[in-house]
């Protein structure tokens, strides 16, 4: 699929058992008290539990089929994927203590997953792929501009950064394993089931996000047109994460695209180095 790009022979993908908010009590507007990136990140946090395993479910029916290094990538994958549903799982329910049905925007996210579990082993690993593209373009994002996360209370903005930290370390393990399992299939076919896989798991996943945020405003009476005018200039204005969601689908159809044409180590360094020094020496 790329003959002008790999994963750097020195990549590290670190095992942290981290634990964030436990003694946090968030507000129901959790994010600054701003209704729009509260539900925004809200409804992408509801689909995380149950998305990341079926990533790790995807990737690791092909692992027996790799050798190291990517045999053991594959495995710190998992284990990364494994704690981000964990922490997650616990975020989810800070919401619903806010208030919020959060069971419903789960129950979302299990029907697309369902019905991706029902279709061929190869397509399944395809989707994830482009779901990890989505998690480490929007990883990239949040760490490179403060003011993407900016408003955050403390324990939730570690929480995210962590997770955009760790999205970055494995962004190309799923990617990998569909490139040795496609080693012997045309380019051309590779390139057009990335294409079509990608195109659909774009619209998939705007479904299930604007499901999740309708349902969150409308426990909030403000699923209207002026707060969706508001929460659509948020979304894909010029510095908005779906508009760089969007933009990045677009540049992972590239015929040579791989995940670490753009390396982003450096940004992952500076950014564990603002963490605890308790947390940043597990690294």
Same mark, same amino acid.
């Given at each position: 699929?790329?003959?002008?790009? +790999?994963? %750097? ?48 479910? $995807?990737?690791? &029916? ?21 704690? &981000?549903?964990?922490? &997650? ?15 419903? /925007?789960?129950?979302?996210?299990? *029907? ?17 792929? @482009? =779901?990890? +593209?989505?998690?480490?373009? =929007? ?17 939730? =903005?570690?929480?995210?950064?962590? +997770?955009?930290?760790?999205? !970055? ?10 490139? +040795? ?7 051309? $076919? ?22 999740? !945020?309708?349902? =969150?405003? *409308? ?5 209207? @047109? ?5 929460? /659509? ?7 908005? %994460? ?12 590239? %015929? ?10 450096? /940004? ?7 963490? %605890? ?5 597990? &690294?």
């Amino acid at each position: 699929m790329s003959d002008t790009a +790999h994963t %750097p022979d020195d990549l590290t993908i670190i095992k942290r058992d981290w634990k964030f908010g436990r003694g946090a009590n968030y507000q129901r507007w959790w994010f600054g008290g701003d209704v729009i990136r509260t539900a925004f990140f809200t409804a992408l946090s509801a689909t995380f539990p149950i998305g990341e395993k079926y990533f790790m479910t $995807s990737v690791k &029916h092909y692992r027996d089929e790799t050798s190291m290094p990517l045999r053991g990538q594959i495995d710190d994958f998992m284990y990364q994927e494994s704690m &981000h549903s964990r922490e &997650h799982v616990f975020f989810n329910q800070q919401a619903e203590r806010a208030g919020y049905d959060i069971k419903k /925007l789960e129950e979302r996210t299990r *029907k697309m997953v369902n019905w991706a579990k029902s279709r061929p082993a190869l397509l399944q690993l395809s989707s994830t792929c @482009a =779901l990890e +593209h989505f998690t480490a373009t =929007l990883a990239n994002a949040a760490l490179s501009d403060d003011l993407q996360l900016e408003g955050m209370p403390e324990e939730a =903005l570690q929480m995210w950064r962590w +997770h955009a930290v760790e999205e !970055i370390e494995h962004k190309a393990v799923a990617y990998d394993t569909l490139v +040795h399992v496609t080693r012997n299939r045309s380019a051309f $076919s590779n390139w057009w089931r990335r294409c079509v896989v990608m195109t659909f798991s774009t619209i998939r996943f705007h479904m299930v996000l604007f499901g999740n !945020i309708k349902d =969150l405003l *409308k426990e909030d009476g403000l699923n209207d @047109a002026k707060t969706w005018s508001r929460m /659509l200039r948020y979304l894909y204005g010029r510095k908005g %994460p779906m508009r760089i969601l969007v933009v990045g689908a677009f540049g992972y159809m590239k %015929p040579r695209f791989h995940p670490w044409d753009h390396d982003d180590r450096a /940004l992952v360094a500076k950014t564990l180095a603002t963490f %605890p020094p308790a947390m940043a020496a597990q &690294h």
